[in-house]
């Protein structure tokens, strides 16, 4: 399966927590701007890690979100 595919499969919530942490945004902010709590953040980025395979850390998030073309280098 391709990254992009990967990708695809993530729930919208996932894909904006993904595309934030990536931007370098604290866990606080992206909760605040998409009206969660920070803990619900961290269950989202959570289930990303489980979903997709190899993502250990937040460079591995990065290297995948530019893959599948959801992140512009």
Same mark, same amino acid.
């Given at each position: 399966? $391709?990254? /992009?595919?990967?990708?695809?499969?993530?729930? =919208?919530?996932?894909?904006?927590? +993904?595309?934030? %942490?990536?931007?370098?945004?604290?866990?606080? $902010?992206? /909760?605040?701007?998409?009206?969660?709590?920070? =803990?619900?953040?961290?269950?989202? +980025?959570?289930? %990303?890690?489980?979903?997709?395979?190899?993502?250990?850390?937040?460079?591995?998030?990065?290297?995948?979100?530019?893959?599948?073309?959801?992140?512009?280098?």
């Amino acid at each position: 399966m $391709t990254d /992009a595919q990967l990708y695809a499969r993530l729930s =919208k919530k996932q894909k904006l927590c +993904l595309e934030g %942490v990536c931007k370098g945004l604290p866990v606080k $902010t992206i /909760a605040a701007a998409l009206r969660i709590s920070p =803990k619900t953040v961290d269950f989202h +980025l959570r289930r %990303v890690r489980e979903k997709i395979p190899g993502l250990h850390c937040i460079a591995d998030m990065v290297r995948f979100a530019i893959r599948a073309g959801a992140l512009k280098p």
